[in-house]
């Protein structure tokens, strides 16, 4: 293994863990709320893969780290401004379909990164990855059949695909965006370069969203911030409060 | 005890077929749904199994109330896989029930409308953590109580699915003493929120297993078909020897100053909740009734776009695979 800035890899163990801890929780919030039941299951399935791949991300990330943090202190005592996930998964879940949409456009992502991480030259992150690839991979079909079956449903149901489509496209660049982190990572072997994931995520995506009906917006625009920690959305504090709520009010308690 | 105070409908059924009914029974014969039934049977059935299911939907609520809030990743990926299992529950439940001839659509519209029930307990509030140790200690043992005989009942597809949903009850329950031990050893505060909440929840918890027996009127049907296996106050005084012990090894102290071991009967003798309450409760003056009503009634109404979208889409492949045919 290609000998790596520790600082770097933390700061990108971290991202891979904060997304999946920040869509985790939005899922979450759904747990008996959903359309039907089947739907309730669902979600709840979805949000505990993703706790438990926080669980590895953000604890491979404390031994990085190396200071004694561990998972449940890097998810419940940092601040916003620490946080690493795009701004993609922090973004509210509104109704079911903008929820399904957020969930599909990052599923994609999420399966072309981590199948690139199956081949890391990090063996923990590699094996991380191999654990969570079977989970998105299930998690992708279903996002994807959900978004065909609403984008080319009712007149009602596609419109409103196509409005949760035309509010989160905007956040699907900032997933493909390398800066110096990234580019560190894909030097090292460890993550692939994250421009070389694009064409893989332009066909899948591009595949479901004709079927589905729907039309991708125009324009290049994208939203940028929350990877870096530079910028996170106004969400992301509400989420925290209520996220670490209970560690920040009774400090140092074993729960 | 998920289902409370089901009224055994009367039957008018040809008497030998209700002989012979009844014998199939007695010598421990499943019913299947295909199987001659009695129609106050059948109807006793689908109200029992359709709250029993109500019961697990709506009892997503009080606990999905802490899952955002679950203190780590572990304890906040058990309660996900906690609520999931009950989701889980309420579709076999279900399932169960409409192999009796009502959709599960049905019975939706009618806990919706208040025409069915769901058990008084989750109409109660989780204030703090220490409710998710309450609950899976005292609501999920006291459901288990009830439920472990109903593995026994005489309706097949009921009591298969009370053998599967009993397996996860009782790890449901383990994870909620595991809580509360946490509670108990911890800080002073997680000790105080740890009685606060076994406080709450202890008489709300007895009053799961229905009125006492004096009280219940349509007892003895059910019990000779197999649909209720023990009297209300067996399983009652059950659950508090069961349970007394449990709260004095976390240094717990129930909330009942009559609480006395009773040699003679080998058991406690206990305070009885206040029944006047659980009525209220059940008529819909319980703490949250009104919200767990108006949310239950939101994820439905908000929810129909996406079941009309999904079926519409369902209804168009179909056509589409057959003009292709």
Known sequence: MASVDQTQLFEFLCRMGDNTLVLGHRVSEWCGHAPVLEEDIALANTALDLIGQTQMWLGYAGDVEGKGRTADDLAMLRDVWDFRNVLLVEQPNGDFGQTMMRQFLFDAWHLAMLKALTASSNEQIAAIAAKSVKEVQYHVERSGDTVIGLGDGTSESHKRMQDALNLLWPYVGEMFVADAVDDAMAQAGIAPDLASLRAEFDAHVGGVLAEATLTIPDGKFTHKGGKSGFQHSEHLGHLLTQMQWLQRAYPGATW | MYAQMIKSEATQDDPEKLAAFQARIDAGEKIEPKDWMPVGYRKTLIRQIGQHAHSEIVGQLPEGNW???????????????????????????????????????????????????????????????????????????????????????????????????????????????????????????????????????????????????????????????????????????????????????????????????????????????????????????????????????????????????????????????????
Request: aromatic content about 10%.
């Open chain 2, 67 to 325: 899952i955002t809030r679950a203190p780590t990743l572990e304890r906040k990926a058990i309660l996900l896989a906690k609520v999931q299992d009950e989701a889980g529950h309420g579709l076999y439940l279900y399932c169960a029930a409409e192999t009796l001839g009502v959709s599960r659509d049905e019975m939706t519209e009618m806990l919706l409308d208040g025409r069915m029930k769901y058990s008084s307990i989750f109409n109660y509030p989780t204030l703090t953590w220490a409710d998710m140790g309450a609950v899976g200690w005292l609501v999920d043992g006291a459901a288990i109580m009830n439920q472990v005989p109903l593995q026994r009942t005489s309706f097949g597809p009921y009591s298969r699915a009370m053998i599967r949903v009993c397996k996860e009850e009782s790890f449901h329950q383990r994870q909620g003493y595991d809580i509360m031990m946490k509670m108990a050893q911890g800080t002073p505060e997680q000790k105080a929120m740890a009685q606060n909440a076994l406080n709450r929840f202890w008489y709300p918890s007895l009053m799961m297993f229905g009125p006492s027996d004096k009280d219940s009127v349509h007892s003895a049907q059910s019990m000779a078909w197999k649909i209720k296996m023990n009297t209300n106050d067996e399983l009652r005084q059950k659950f508090v020897d069961q349970t007394v012990p449990q709260a004095e090894y976390l240094g717990l102290t129930v909330p009942d100053d009559t609480l006395t071991w009773n040699e003679e009967k080998g058991g406690y003798d206990f305070a009885e909740p206040d029944w006047d309450e659980f009525f209220e409760v059940i008529q819909g003056n319980g703490p949250c009734n009104t919200e767990r009503l108006a949310a239950r009634n939101k994820a439905w109404d908000d929810g129909k776009w996406v079941r009309d979208g999904l079926l519409a889409h369902a209804e168009k492949r179909s056509i589409r695979k057959v003009a292709a045919e």
